[in-house]
């Protein structure tokens, strides 16, 4: 999947320090997740509901 041409963007809570944060794109039928610091690096894939269950998870954990 090509995804050089998507809008990457990082949530507005994250800070310049560390530059340890997480990137989003949201192309069609899929969310693109990648490390900010490795944008070269793989990315995660999720369909619009699977990625609100990962979501859902991370705010309940």
């Known amino acids: 999947?090509?995804?050089s041409d998507v809008t990457w963007r990082k949530s507005s809570r994250s800070t310049s320090q560390g530059g340890e944060c997480?990137?989003?794109?949201?192309?069609?039928s899929i969310i693109?997740?990648?490390d900010s610091t490795d944008p070269q690096g793989p990315v995660l894939t999720f369909g619009h509901d699977a990625f609100r269950r990962f979501m859902d998870g991370i705010k309940n954990a």
């Open 1 to 3: 999947m090509d995804l």
């Open 22 to 28: 997480v990137e989003l794109a949201e192309v069609p």
């Open 32 to 34: 693109a997740v990648r």
